[in-house]
């Protein structure tokens, strides 16, 4: 059988669609100060513990996340550093976006619907 390439751009599509649940985004945004174990990410994030679990595998399966046991106790960690740094990206991207559309509400506000 052979293995067709994806081209770049569908890899970054599904990666971004793997990124695409609010529940995935909380756990990476956790795990930016360091490894947690699902007890603590439970906590923080409130959702069912088979909700969390099924989340946690898609992360792991895409090698966002790694896990490791001790003891009884699961671990996650975020894989590389870059993770911590595409979420930084996204919250500058998100803090430009809502500035415009704050500025642009303001002006609305200030020309009373009139059309300029």
Do not use: W
Not at 8 to 29: D, T
Request: proline share 5%; charged share 20%.
């Amino acid at each position: 059988m052979e293995i067709v390439p994806v081209p770049l751009y569908q890899a970054k599509a599904e990666f971004f669609r793997m990124l695409g649940h609010p529940v995935r985004i909380r756990v990476l945004e956790l795990l930016q100060d360091g490894p947690l174990p699902v007890r603590e990410l439970l906590a923080s994030i409130e959702v069912e513990p088979s909700a969390l679990s099924q989340q946690l595998a898609v992360l792991r399966r895409s090698g966002i996340v790694t896990s490791s046991r001790n003891g009884s106790t699961v671990v996650y960690a975020v894989a590389g550093g870059d993770v911590a740094q595409l979420m930084l990206a996204a919250r500058r991207i998100l803090t430009e976006v809502l500035t415009g559309q704050t500025q642009l509400l303001a002006e609305l506000r200030e020309t009373g619907g009139r059309a300029s």
